[in-house]
């Protein structure tokens, strides 16, 4: 597939839903189990894994588009590479202008990627946004 400079808005709307679908379905397994330990080991694992779910819905956006600043949409793209690259260490990405203290989740270079719920939310929101404003 050639690199993508557009998104019809549909398009994120549906990956929008499709993200809420597992995080509805996740809620429910959490309460049905009971166990908040075992919920606890779990949390991160999955959320962690929407990052990738997330990332790969717009897996062939153009870098161009995206940008270097350190916007939503970098901070994935450093996520991804830090999970599936650094077991989990948050990773510098040496064209990314990334700071801290401008991110969604505030992470340090050589942080455990762990993300909760509430900081996926927040990520996935920005996220979606930042794709809406430069990709439609």
Do not use: W
């Not at 590479?81 to 801290?100: M, V």
């Amino acid at each position: 597939m050639l690199g993508v400079k557009t998104y019809e808005p549909d398009y994120i709307d549906r990956c929008r839903a499709a993200v809420k679908r597992r995080v509805t379905a996740y809620r429910a397994l959490v309460k049905a189990a009971g166990d908040d330990r075992a919920a606890a080991k779990f949390e991160p694992l999955f959320f962690n894994d929407l990052v990738l779910v997330i990332d790969t819905q717009f897996a062939h956006r153009l870098r161009g588009v995206e940008g270097k600043d350190g916007n939503p949409v970098n901070e994935v793209t450093m996520l991804r590479d830090s999970l599936l690259q650094n077991e989990g260490l948050f990773t510098e990405n040496s064209t990314i202008k990334y700071k801290p203290e401008n991110s969604v989740l505030g992470l340090e270079y050589g942080d455990r990627i762990e993300i909760s719920e509430k900081q996926f939310a927040k990520l996935g929101k920005a996220f979606y946004a930042e794709i809406e404003g430069r990709f439609t």
